[in-house]
Structures are given as structure tokens and as C-alpha cells.
């Protein structure tokens, strides 16, 4: 199975992701560190372009594993999936490889992404991540229209969090 998280920068999804694959068997394959070792220092522009270029290498490595082990579970972090193209893209290649792909939608207040993007500012790989970027996307995203749980991180607590979504995962 393949799980896309979706949200706006500092919305919680990595953590969460993190703290899935902490009490389980899951594969991360993060679009975060896939560019920044594809793209290193100054050759990384953030570019929709690069992003697609991850995302398809992330499923080329999420069909790799699929191949050794039809159960394995692989979450797909680090992009926010803001937008109808490219969720669409995403179930369409998700789609050739024999998978299940399920969404989950991690939201949370304004205050609490901007409180988390501060903090992380000086480790994330993601040196365009700021609060202005969180507000860009937020303004410009369009709905998501797939089947998903939605998640808002700062309303539940990790434990309730991480369990809400393997539940949703195992189909419960």
C-alpha cells in the first residue's frame, strides 16, 4: 500500500509520518531528502518541475520494494499535494502498480503550522519552508477531492493521531 500525506508545510505530516513508521513496518521515501540528494546546495530550485521529478522517483523506488513484498506499507511525505493535478498523478501511477494508495490530510491551526515552520527553520532540508510559503499554499490549493482522513494535529495528541490513521490504514 502507498500513502501520500497531504498538507501545507508545518501541518504536522512528517511527524506523524515518523511516528508511524516508529511503531510499525513502514517505508518513508521523503521528497525532502530525495531532492536534496538529487539537487544539492544551489542546484536545488524548489521547482514544480524537480518535485515531479522526485515524486517519480519515489514511486520507482515504492515499486521496488512493492516487488520484494506486496505488503510492505510506503508512506510518500514531503509534498503537500495541494493541488487536483497532482493528486491525479499520483493515483494514476499509484494505479500501475497493483496498490492500494490512501491520503491522509494533516491540518492544524495557522498559529501552530507558523510556531512549527520557526522552529524547525535551521534543520529542515527545505530551505524555501516559511510561514509565507504555509499561506501560499493555503490560498492557492484546491480541495481534495479523493477519499482521505483528514487529521488535525493540533487538536489531537500524537498516540490519538498515529492510531486514528492505522486504523483508517488496516481499514477500520
Given at each position: 500500500?502507498?500513502?501520500?500525506?497531504?498538507?501545507?508545510?508545518?501541518?504536522?505530516?512528517?511527524?506523524?509520518?515518523?511516528?508511524?513508521?516508529?511503531?510499525?513496518?513502514?517505508?518513508?521515501?521523503?521528497?525532502?531528502?530525495?531532492?536534496?540528494?538529487?539537487?544539492?546546495?544551489?542546484?536545488?530550485?524548489?521547482?514544480?518541475?524537480?518535485?515531479?521529478?522526485?515524486?517519480?522517483?519515489?514511486?520507482?523506488?515504492?515499486?521496488?520494494?512493492?516487488?520484494?513484498?506486496?505488503?510492505?506499507?510506503?508512506?510518500?511525505?514531503?509534498?503537500?499535494?495541494?493541488?487536483?493535478?497532482?493528486?491525479?498523478?499520483?493515483?494514476?501511477?499509484?494505479?500501475?502498480?497493483?496498490?492500494?494508495?490512501?491520503?491522509?490530510?494533516?491540518?492544524?491551526?495557522?498559529?501552530?503550522?507558523?510556531?512549527r515552520i520557526v522552529a524547525g527553520r535551521s534543520s529542515h532540508l527545505a530551505?524555501?519552508?516559511?510561514?509565507?510559503?504555509?499561506?501560499?499554499?493555503?490560498?492557492?490549493?484546491?480541495?481534495?477531492?479523493?477519499?482521505?482522513?483528514?487529521?488535525?494535529?493540533?487538536?489531537?495528541?500524537?498516540?490519538?493521531?498515529?492510531?486514528?490513521?492505522?486504523?483508517?490504514?488496516?481499514?477500520?
Amino acid at each position: 500500500m502507498i500513502v501520500a500525506m497531504v498538507g501545507f508545510p508545518g501541518t504536522g505530516k512528517s511527524y506523524l509520518a515518523k511516528a508511524l513508521a516508529e511503531r510499525h513496518s513502514i517505508i518513508i521515501l521523503d521528497k525532502d531528502i530525495v531532492r536534496s540528494a538529487l539537487f544539492p546546495g544551489e542546484l536545488t530550485d524548489f521547482s514544480a518541475a524537480q518535485d515531479d521529478l522526485c515524486i517519480d522517483i519515489i514511486l520507482q523506488v515504492a515499486k521496488y520494494h512493492l516487488d520484494k513484498d506486496r505488503q510492505a506499507t510506503i508512506i510518500i511525505d514531503g509534498r503537500p499535494f495541494s493541488h487536483q493535478a497532482q493528486v491525479d498523478a499520483l493515483c494514476q501511477k499509484v494505479g500501475k502498480l497493483g496498490t492500494p494508495l490512501k491520503f491522509i490530510e494533516c491540518s492544524c491551526s495557522d498559529e501552530t503550522a507558523r510556531e512549527r515552520i520557526v522552529a524547525g527553520r535551521s534543520s529542515h532540508l527545505a530551505k524555501n519552508r516559511d510561514f509565507d510559503l504555509y499561506l501560499k499554499h493555503k490560498r492557492e490549493a484546491d480541495p481534495l477531492l479523493v477519499e482521505h482522513l483528514s487529521i488535525e494535529t493540533d487538536k489531537l495528541s500524537l498516540e490519538e493521531s498515529v492510531t486514528k490513521a492505522l486504523a483508517y490504514l488496516d481499514g477500520h
